[in-house]
């Protein structure tokens, strides 16, 4: 009996004998040549001082010597492939972080599809996380490290934060078709004419800056006894009849739920979306997903349907903008 540690090399060729129950096929399976397989096999049956293998039919089937030692051998190459394996795991540097992409409602329209497409080209190694974001996480989602670049409308109020302006639109708000303004989708309404719509609420610990805007400052006075937190929340209050919402025109675009209509304001002042980062982030791919996003917001090719007529000279929606 061999007193030296058994070569696992040797073990893997007569395992792959033992379970093939052929020579040949267990070189093959192994990349090696019979021979090779066969000097493994009986190196072993030298060392162990005894014969492992029945060659004298077909399939070749171990001896009893050979059916214990084939259990060992199974656990030991079982253990040398784990500890490869762990191995590898550990001396592998981790992936990096991947950049997590908050998006309250629809962003900022076109140009938050269009800036994570042109990070994702110019950064193809850098995972991108998409997390949507509700009404109450607009400057929570960045403080307490959710996401790391929000779209988000209006600017947060928070030092902690910077925000660079994307996309400035006409406002909007959205009304059941049952209900007495939406005549006005075509020509239009004023701050006065939508004060005692019930629009919906929000939590409480939703931030000012948030809230003002969604009350145009609190001259939308009324409150519906409905909650919502997303988008699709406020649609669904309109259209069941229980609330009123308001947002950007390009809401419009992006909500076009049967039995709502959207009301262009002509008196409001227009409002922008932003791409929102931590104040003094040192995240260099938060950096160029930030450049990018700005230098995509001068692209005029994508922010005409945004943007639409100067904020100087605020219009109702055209006939063929309306929603279907």
């Not at 000097?39 to 009893?64: A, I, K, M, N, Y």
Request: glycine residues 6%.
């Amino acid at each position: 009996m061999a007193s030296a540690p058994l070569d696992l090399r040797l073990l893997s060729s007569f395992l792959a004998v033992v379970e093939e129950g052929h020579f040949g096929q267990a070189a093959r399976r192994l990349f090696l040549s019979p021979p090779a397989v066969t000097q493994h096999v009986r190196r072993l049956e030298t060392e162990l001082g005894t014969r492992l293998l029945d060659r004298t039919g077909s399939p070749v089937v171990p001896t009893p010597a050979g059916t214990r030692l084939a259990g060992h051998a199974r656990v030991l190459l079982a253990a040398s492939n784990a500890a490869l394996d762990d191995m590898a795991e550990a001396t592998t540097p981790p992936a990096g972080r991947p950049l997590r992409v908050g998006i309250m409602g629809h962003g900022s329209a076109e140009l938050t599809p269009a800036s994570i497409n042109a990070f994702r080209r110019a950064r193809p190694e850098v995972a991108v996380e998409i997390r949507q974001l509700d009404f109450t996480e607009h400057v929570t989602a960045l403080t307490e490290d959710r996401v790391d670049v929000a779209f988000v409308r209006p600017g947060p109020d928070d030092e902690r934060i910077t925000a660079d302006v994307l996309t400035t639109e006409q406002r909007i708000v959205v009304v059941p078709e049952g209900s007495a303004l939406a005549d006005a989708r075509l020509t239009g309404a004023t701050v006065a004419d939508i004060a005692d719509l019930p629009f919906i609420r929000v939590p409480g610990h939703t931030p000012r800056t948030f809230t003002d805007y969604l009350y145009f400052d609190d001259e939308a006075r009324r409150r519906s006894t409905a909650y919502a937190v997303t988008p699709q929340e406020v649609l669904t209050g309109v259209i069941t009849g229980t609330a009123a919402g308001s947002g950007l025109k390009s809401f419009a675009r992006y909500y076009a739920w049967p039995g709502a209509v959207f009301v262009p304001i002509l008196d409001a002042p227009w409002v922008s979306s932003y791409l929102a980062v931590r104040a003094n982030d040192d995240n260099p791919e938060v950096r160029i997903f930030r450049a990018l996003a700005v230098a995509l917001s001068h692209d005029p090719t994508l922010t005409a349907a945004v943007r639409g007529p100067s904020p100087e000279v605020a219009q109702p929606f055209k006939a063929d903008e309306e929603p279907c």
